[in-house]
């Protein structure tokens, strides 16, 4: 995986006479978009967004659109999902929490593998940390499973007044040890890479792994604290009203 510094181009330079590399490197989060169309912002960063789009057949404009939502999204104000009713809160976490773990997941083990076998033999800590990662990832696939199928639609059906089918307490405890696994994991993760910090000479990829596991730690942070703090309450006191 040979790659070369980016250089920066001139500040108002649009973005289709920019790099693909420049434009990851400024903001790694793009590289969501461009391998949503397929761009390689690793290896052939050196091209532009025009000339790579051109290589590839896709409509330029379709392309900006994406990167300038990419930049509106980081801007857009939080709604507070935590006023929201229990059986209503289940279901963003649902939409929101666990359809952003399906999209990234397998983004990330695809990016960890690959930065862990290129960059493996010199610097170890990469094996580790991408073994580290399918660990937690198939923890967080059991875990979601467990909640979709069993906890949430017993909250849900506690929400519109019917008895909850069982205690709730052994799998609320279940869940709640298994966020505590899940954060041991992500501190390991952070401590690996250094605050998810790349090198100064990392490649493009290299450098969105590390995005990515941080903005994966933020939202893991944001979608336990509305379970542990908000969502399992909720539904203790209910099933106390109900007994």
């Known amino acids: 995986m040979s790659h070369k510094p980016n250089v920066f181009s ?13 434009l990851v490197a400024e903001r790694p989060g793009r590289s969501r978009v461009f391998q949503a169309f397929n761009i390689d912002f690793c290896c052939q960063g ?41 059986h209503e809160l289940a279901s963003y976490i ?6 952003f773990l399906r999209r990234e997941l397998p983004r990330l083990h695809a990016m960890s593998e690959r930065v862990a076998h290129v960059h493996g033999g010199h610097t170890p800590s990469l094996v580790e940390m991408f073994h580290t990662f399918i660990s937690m990832e198939a923890e967080l696939a059991s875990h979601m499973m467990k909640e979709e199928r069993i906890l949430f639609p017993a909250i849900v059906a506690m929400s519109r007044g019917e008895p909850a089918p069982g205690t709730l307490d052994g799998p609320i405890s279940c869940m709640i040890h298994e966020h505590e696994e899940v954060g041991a994991a992500l501190a390991r993760l952070r401590e690996l890479s250094h605050g998810f910090q790349p090198p100064a000479d990392a490649c493009n990829t290299y450098r969105a792994l590390f995005a ?15 379970e542990n703090a908000v969502l399992f309450p909720a539904a203790r006191a209910m099933a106390e009203r109900n007994e």
Not at 10 to 22: D, H, K, N
Not at 94 to 99: A, C, D, F, N, Y
Not at 212 to 226: A, S, V
């Open 46 to 86: 050196g091209r532009t967004l025009r000339e790579a789009c051109e290589r590839k057949g896709l409509a330029a404009d379709a392309v900006v659109e994406q990167l300038e939502a990419e930049l509106e999204d980081k801007t857009a104000p939080a709604q507070n999902p935590a006023e929201l009713p229990p």
């Open 212 to 226: 990515g596991l941080h903005d994966l730690e933020e939202d893991l942070h944001r979608h336990i604290h509305l």
């Open 94 to 99: 649902v939409e929101t929490h666990h359809g």
């Open 10 to 22: 001139p500040p108002g330079t649009p973005l289709l006479e920019r790099t693909i590399g420049e």
